[in-house]
């Protein structure tokens, strides 16, 4: 579930970094929201100190933050609950150009499981 939500994250904010110096901008403020096949959803939100939260369905939350590998890679790390002692950063390539109001289908890394995106203003 981690590695979905992170990289549906990472798909999710996506205007191309090239074209904008942060590329996240459109999701600060915002509230990205993803439905997994099963119909369950959680809501991210992502803000500008380069911190993250993530809303489970389960009434869990979990925080971190993120960094920039290069242009179009960010790396997302688990702080909160504390992550296991061997964990590493998800890092996920940024693509794509969504913005407020968009909804959208990703593939997720496993190349079989397809998820609901969506970004909607405010929190």
């Given at each position: 579930?981690?590695?979905?939500?992170l990289?549906?994250?990472?798909?999710?904010?996506?205007?191309?970094?090239?074209?904008?110096?942060?590329?996240?901008?459109v999701a600060?403020?915002?509230?990205?929201?993803?439905?997994?096949?099963?119909?369950?959803?959680?809501?991210?939100?992502?803000n500008?100190?380069?911190?993250?939260?993530?809303?489970?369905?389960?009434?869990?939350?979990?925080?971190?933050?993120?960094?920039?590998?290069?242009?179009?890679?960010?790396?997302?790390?688990?702080?909160?609950?504390?992550?296991?002692?061997?964990?590493?950063?998800?890092?996920?390539?940024?693509?794509?150009?969504?913005?407020?109001?968009?909804?959208?289908?990703?593939?997720?890394?496993?190349?079989?499981?397809?998820?609901?995106?969506?970004?909607?203003?405010?929190?």
């Amino acid at each position: 579930m981690k590695r979905i939500a992170l990289a549906a994250l990472a798909a999710v904010i996506l205007p191309v970094a090239a074209a904008q110096a942060d590329p996240f901008a459109v999701a600060y403020g915002n509230t990205v929201t993803q439905t997994l096949p099963d119909g369950r959803k959680t809501t991210i939100y992502i803000n500008a100190d380069k911190t993250w939260e993530r809303h489970n369905t389960d009434g869990t939350t979990v925080k971190g933050t993120y960094s920039w590998k290069d242009a179009t890679h960010a790396c997302f790390v688990m702080t909160d609950p504390p992550p296991p002692g061997n964990a590493q950063a998800d890092c996920n390539e940024i693509k794509g150009d969504h913005k407020v109001g968009d909804t959208w289908t990703e593939t997720m890394p496993d190349g079989k499981t397809s998820i609901t995106m969506a970004i909607t203003a405010g929190r």
